[in-house]
């Protein structure tokens, strides 16, 4: 069947494992959780982390703070929202979980509708963050080290955000995913013929000033995804 690609009002948005799709972005930690979703795909590459970026108003300044209050997670079905549900669980924070499209939770908060804003993406811009607002830090306890990275959001990165020192977080690899293809079919020679593409592709993208420039510099053909890789034929 043929491919498609669903746009996103924040960035790269990976989709659920459940998706009907022939190739998708997705989370790391999505196949970590579910393991019967993983069995239905075969990564083609690691391409680049995902930070977590946890906007509030108010006095919250770490993610414990916002036991108990209301947060929006993303989209209704996306990765994002069952990534950022999952970090919320696994750290052992209860709050009241909303699901919204970024740029429609940010009016939420701005409207004093919700406590917080989680996005999970590449480098946003969070330009359409309401005045006043700030990042929560998250740790990084051991239950989040089996699928999370440690990172940092930095004042270059985020200006209007972060004031001082860098906010700790954790971040997600993206992965790209495929369905595995019957053997000498032309699904399989499509894939081969991504696959083979997808180095020089990064590093056209890596010499482009973008905000993704750094990402694409350090995407990670070799890494391990914790699926089975997709195997070309010859």
């Known amino acids: ?56 108003i108010g006095p919250a300044r770490a993610i414990g703070d916002l036991s108990g209050k209301r947060v929006d997670v993303g989209a209704a079905g996306s990765a994002g929202a069952a990534t950022a549900r999952r970090i919320f669980a696994l750290i052992g924070v ?25 996005v999970i993406a590449p480098r946003p811009t969070l330009a359409s963050a309401p005045k006043g607002s700030s990042l929560v830090s998250i740790p990084y306890p051991a239950a989040l080290r089996d699928a999370f990275l440690p990172a940092e959001l930095t004042q270059a990165d985020l200006p209007q955000l972060v004031a001082g020192q860098p906010i700790d977080t954790v971040s997600i690899p993206a992965l790209l995913v495929a369905r595995p293809p019957a053997a000498d079919s032309e699904r399989q020679r499509k894939l081969e013929r991504l696959a083979e593409a997808l180095p020089a592709a990064a590093t056209r993208l890596g010499g482009q000033p973008t905000r993704l420039q750094s990402k694409w510099q350090h995407a990670n053909f070799a890494a391990r995804t914790g699926l089975p890789a997709f195997a070309p034929a010859r």
């Open 1 to 56: 069947s043929a491919s498609s690609l669903a746009p996103s009002g924040v960035s790269l948005e990976p989709v659920d494992p459940r998706a009907e799709a022939d190739v998708a972005l997705m989370h790391g930690d999505a196949f970590r959780a579910d393991a019967a979703s993983a069995s239905g795909w075969v990564a083609l590459a690691r391409l680049f982390d995902c930070e977590a970026h946890v906007v509030t």
């Open 94 to 118: 209860a709050a009241t979980f909303h699901e919204a499209s970024a740029e429609e939770s940010m009016r939420r908060l701005a409207r004093g509708e919700t406590d917080a804003v989680v």
